[in-house]
């Protein structure tokens, strides 16, 4: 089977550099996908690493470890609209994305 | 261009209905997946389509059943509704099938079993 561990909750505030972490559990690995999702809404694809290491989208970038089963996500200079769910998701052979928990953020003034 | 659409919007339905969820996906998009996703429990996959064909399913009881149409839009089916039954239901789109990269999200049909 797969498991994914994400923190549930990490708080921050405006302007401030927070790190969502992801280890995962599962075979026939392709990649980690992240998605963000505000309340109520349809989650959006933010990125995709099937290599080890970091990959920047301008204020998010995404990090992996193949070897360690582990990544996550890093948002700089956040901002009140960052607060929402951010959910990691492996991709795996033969199968749909399978994903963890989530992790709610909230970014205070 | 469009996005993925579902509908309804919003469901209630009594304990031990059926219920009917819709989905188009984007066009040119021929996977679709359906999600569950109830209160704390994240996203839980229900069901891969491709091609008319379901490719995968998730650990749900038979009454989770669908189908895909020509037009690669679905329809997924929930029989004999219990009260956890209640949950968002989100179907996304993807042109590379089962590569697990870029999907993308319909709003969600929220379903509610009183």
């Known amino acids: 089977g797969q498991s994914l561990e994400q923190p549930s909750e990490v708080t921050a505030v405006e302007g401030a550099i927070v790190q969502i972490n992801c280890t995962y559990q599962?075979?026939?690995?392709?990649?980690l996908s992240w998605y963000q999702q505000h309340d109520g809404g349809a989650p959006t694809f933010l990125s995709y690493?099937?290599?080890?290491g970091l990959e920047e989208t301008g204020r998010f970038s995404s990090f992996l470890s193949r070897s360690d089963s582990y990544g996550y996500l890093l948002l700089q200079e956040l901002q009140m609209k960052d607060s929402a769910s951010y959910f990691c998701a492996v991709a795996q052979a033969g199968t749909a994305l399978i994903f963890g928990k989530g992790t709610t953020l909230s970014v205070s003034s | 261009e469009a996005g993925v659409t579902q509908s309804p919007t919003h469901l209630i339905k009594t304990r031990g209905q059926q219920a009917t969820l819709r989905c188009s996906p984007i066009s040119g998009h021929t996977s679709v997946y359906w999600y569950q996703q109830a209160l704390g429990l994240g996203l839980q996959f229900l069901l891969w389509?491709?091609?008319?064909?379901?490719?995968n399913r998730g650990n749900f009881p038979p009454r989770f059943s669908g189908r895909q149409f020509p037009n690669y839009s679905s329809e997924l089916n929930v029989n004999a509704l219990e009260l956890e039954d209640s949950a968002l239901y989100l179907c996304a789109s993807s042109l590379l099938a089962g590569q697990g990269r870029g999907y993308t999200f319909g709003s969600g049909t929220r379903l509610t079993v009183v």
């Open positions: 599962t075979s026939g690995f392709y990649g």
């Open positions: 389509y491709d091609e008319g064909e379901e490719r």
């Open positions: 690493n099937a290599l080890d």
